[in-house]
């Protein structure tokens, strides 16, 4: 469910037409709705009530520090991939003891930096970096709570380039040799194994894949503590769906998932985290964007748009769909025609939708392209010098821009000419 519905003919966010954010704000640009986003992140919390546990959102979704700070004062932990994305939730003031850091090439100096700002835990990717992080924790002079990340080599069945717990994927360390990893953690100064991560991939739409992965984890667990090691968390990741396509695939819902959670492994008495990102931000955002020209080629139609794949790139990468709709609702019995719809950009890949039944649309009228709020302007660029896209946050009947459309000056003076030149 989300927040953006068709009233009297015009499409609103909550109770803010969205003709009045565009002719504000400008087009390209992307909108969120609060209500969405808490609504979502509650969604979560609940399902797990009958468990400890820390619902911490992935801030890699959607990391506009204004969303982190709605999230976070209503209670949300963060999981962070970077020393950047560390930053951003410290900046909306998040505590280091709802942070976890993940992320598979963690640096030393990131290792530094949340060790000095606080942390709930580690996420230990790899030996060599578990290595790294008990000489930075040595040097400081802190004893850090890590978990490892363990790879179950379950497929997830999703899109190959969202994929992480296949035994060829980057992530994690081999189950198999877990109990050797923890056995190598216990000898290390600075480092305290709390528990347990897994994370399988994003986008899933069927709960199989977790059950797979989380016996795994229980059967695990049961085997660590044989060990002598203290397992009291398990950090079980993100990865549930949302309805995308034009498909009658509809992925579980957040309740069906703290069932199996519990079922699985909520026999051990560990304190839960997961990690949702898409499933709190993507249907809490849509993108904007206008009509620059309406153009008919050999054989189709296009459309023309002001966005491009430097905006919303998910199409181009991961051939993704977005329902696309008019902010004026069509009338009823209106003819749809195919349109290509595309952006400005110099490339072919430049492409939102093929041959997409579209009503007519002219020269200026503005469409909404839905579900954009996860993966959308995180992964936006400045390619072709297009300036990043505005950001707005719409609560009620009140907006804001929480990121301003930089100035063609703004941009080229990051940049700077040598005295040689």
């Known amino acids: 469910m989300d927040h953006f519905l068709y009233r009297d003919g015009e499409l609103f966010a909550e109770d803010v037409p969205l003709r009045e954010i565009a002719a504000q704000v400008g087009t390209p640009a992307y909108v969120y709705s609060s209500a969405t986003l808490l609504r979502h992140y509650r969604l979560f919390d609940e399902a797990l009530s009958s468990m400890p546990h820390l619902v911490c959102y992935a801030v890699k979704a959607l990391s506009n520090v204004a969303i982190l700070k709605l999230l976070g004062d209503a209670g949300a932990g963060m ?3 970077s020393g950047g994305e560390y930053a951003r939730a410290k900046a909306a003031g998040v505590p280091g003891e709802r942070i976890v850091f993940s992320g598979v090439g963690k640096t030393r100096e990131e290792m530094r930096m949340v060790l000095e700002g606080g942390i709930r835990q580690v996420n230990l990717e790899s030996e060599p970096e578990m290595l790294a992080l008990s000489e930075v924790a040595a040097e400081l002079g802190v004893e850090v709570p890590v978990t490892v990340r ?28 877990a109990r050797e990893v923890y056995a190598e953690i216990a000898q290390l100064p600075g480092l305290k194994a709390v528990g347990i991560d897994v994370h399988i991939g994003s986008q899933l739409v069927e709960l199989a894949p977790f059950e797979q992965a989380y016996r795994k984890v229980a059967e695990l667990t049961e085997a660590l503590r044989a060990d002598g090691h203290t397992i009291e968390r398990l950090d079980l990741g993100g990865g549930l769906g949302i309805p995308y396509t034009r498909s009658n695939e509809v992925p579980p819902l957040p ?31 849509i993108l904007l964007s206008s009509v620059i020209y309406v153009k008919s080629g050999e054989g189709r139609d296009f459309l023309i748009l002001d966005s491009a794949m430097n905006d919303l790139i998910r199409p181009a990468m991961y051939d993704a769909w977005h329902d696309i709709v008019p902010l004026i609702e069509p009338a009823a019995g209106t003819q749809s025609q195919p349109y290509d719809i595309v952006g400005p950009i110099c490339e072919s890949g430049d492409t939102f939708a ?6 007519p649309l002219s020269a200026g009228d503005i469409v909404a392209f839905r579900s954009a709020g996860a993966y959308g302007a995180v992964m936006s660029s400045e390619y072709n010098s297009r300036p990043l896209i505005p950001e707005v946050l719409v609560n009620g009947d009140q907006f804001a821009v929480i990121r301003q459309r930089p100035t063609y000056e703004e941009m080229i003076a990051r940049d700077s000419i040598p005295e040689w030149l």
């Open 79 to 81: 999981d962070v991939v």
């Open 150 to 177: 363990v790879n179950p080599d379950v497929d997830a069945r999703t899109h190959a380039k969202i994929a992480t717990g296949k035994s060829e994927n980057k992530f994690g360390i081999p189950i198999a040799r």
């Open 255 to 285: 309740t069906d998932y703290g069932a199996l959670i519990e079922r699985t492994v909520g026999h051990l008495g560990c304190e839960i985290e997961i990690e949702p990102g898409r499933l709190v931000a993507g249907n809490a955002g």
């Open 354 to 359: 093929r041959a997409r039944p579209m009503p």
